[in-house]
């Protein structure tokens, strides 16, 4: 049974003729520009981490080679640890005051704007597929999703903490391997950068994820909050879809009843959407 708000939309289509009418909807819009652009900004912290950690080997590696003489019974390990653990600690001081001002503003401005770009985008997206199902443009006064875009930015400001202190961690943990080791300058220098290279991957999967997630709750929320109690799993119908998702393609799913993985978009890397099922205007029903 249909809720009353779902009603309201339904006796308005049958009020201008519409019952009945099958529109095909519309391929679905992922937030990727959105992910682009946190991607971005993510990427310029990791590039300013870097350049500072880069001025700090510049300017004390070459002495750090010279005293270790790790081949020496007579250097203690442990001292050369504290140096290591002292030289990071003073990399991640540098980039805390370089980054001050943008740990105020900067960051949460950021994801402020991201969160909302997302919104607006789900906004669009489900005006414009119910549009495309019922033949008429919705003036329906949107849930109150303040509290979610609240939750999205906390919960990024921690991911991205995590990643530049991890960063931080293994950069250091490198840097002890190679010193025990008796490693070169240049092999250190390249696996630093190697470990850089991880973190930017991070940081893609985390813009992928974090907005593909987020963008994907708005629109379950959009939908319940107009009476849409069910959903049909749509894929992003290329070779990356998963044999799970591709399995569901197609298939009816309630909101009340979510898969074992999650709603399209709350599975890892999941690019899969949820097309409102309106009865009387969806083609599946």
Known sequence: MASPQLNALINRAKFEGRTRRRRKTPEARLPL???????????????????????FLDLQLPAILDNAQLNSDSVRHDAVEDVIEALFEAIAAAFRTQEQPAEAGGVLLELGEVASAANVQSGRETSRVLKSKLGFDLFTQAPDLSERL??????????????????????????????????????IRKDLQSRFDLSKSRASLIARDQVG?????LQRERQKSLGITEYIWRTASDERVRSTHQDRDGRKFKWSEPPSDGHPGEPIRCR????PVIPGFTEED
């Open 150 to 187: 609240g939750v999205f930015v906390r919960q990024n400001v921690k991911l991205i903490k995590s990643l530049e202190n991890d960063t931080l961690d293994q950069l250091e943990q490198t840097m002890l391997r190679h010193l025990r080791r008796g490693s070169s300058q240049r092999e």
């Open 272 to 275: 899969c959407t949820a097309e």
């Open 213 to 217: 997630k987020f963008f994907g709750e």
């Open 33 to 55: 520009g959105i992910s682009r652009d946190y991607l971005s900004f993510l990427l310029k912290r990791l590039r300013t981490l870097q350049d500072v950690t880069n001025q």
